[in-house]
């Protein structure tokens, strides 16, 4: 894992951020690895949420960019740098809820620090909701996985 990426997990961490890593590298941590262009986390869209995001994104560089205009928006993707090492914050995904997922992620240990992440049967729902080729191919190695 990229170092910004560890340093951005360890900021939403100390910051009290509620989030859940979702996606390819997500799915990456429960299959075979492939590649990914980004991280993605799902977010609460609360505002105490947002306040401690903007905090994390302050200390992080982002902060001269952001404006006053609410971030945290139903359905906006937060999308920060570049392929291969962009982060999207969501707030909404296909298929499951961000309770739901809060309800069930798991912590992991990625080096010094703990990330939360989706429960592979909450990764396997959002993937087919998601319906996208490369989430359906996902999907169908985490359900022969999961069903294996």
């Not at 859940?20 to 980004?38: E, F, H, K, Q």
């Not at 993707?77 to 296909?94: A, Q, Y």
């Not at 319906?131 to 999961?146: T, V």
């Amino acid at each position: 894992m990229p170092e910004d990426f560890k340093e951005f997990i360890a900021l939403m961490n100390s910051h009290n951020v509620r989030y859940v890593m979702i996606g390819g590298w997500a799915y990456n941590l429960y299959r075979n690895p492939r590649a990914t262009g980004d991280i993605d986390f799902f977010v609460a869209a609360s505002d105490e949420n947002e306040m401690r995001i903007r905090d994390v994104l302050a200390e992080f560089g982002f902060g001269e960019t952001l404006g006053d205009d609410k971030l945290l928006i139903p359905g906006k993707v937060i999308m920060l740098g570049r392929s291969p090492f962009r982060i999207d914050l969501l707030t909404e995904v296909s298929g499951v809820t961000f309770a739901e997922v809060e309800d069930t992620a798991s912590a992991v240990q990625l080096g010094e620090i703990n990330v939360r992440v989706i429960s592979p049967e909450l990764l396997l729902k959002n993937k087919e909701a998601a319906g996208r080729q490369k989430d359906l191919a996902d999907a169908a190695e985490l359900r022969a996985w999961l069903t294996g």
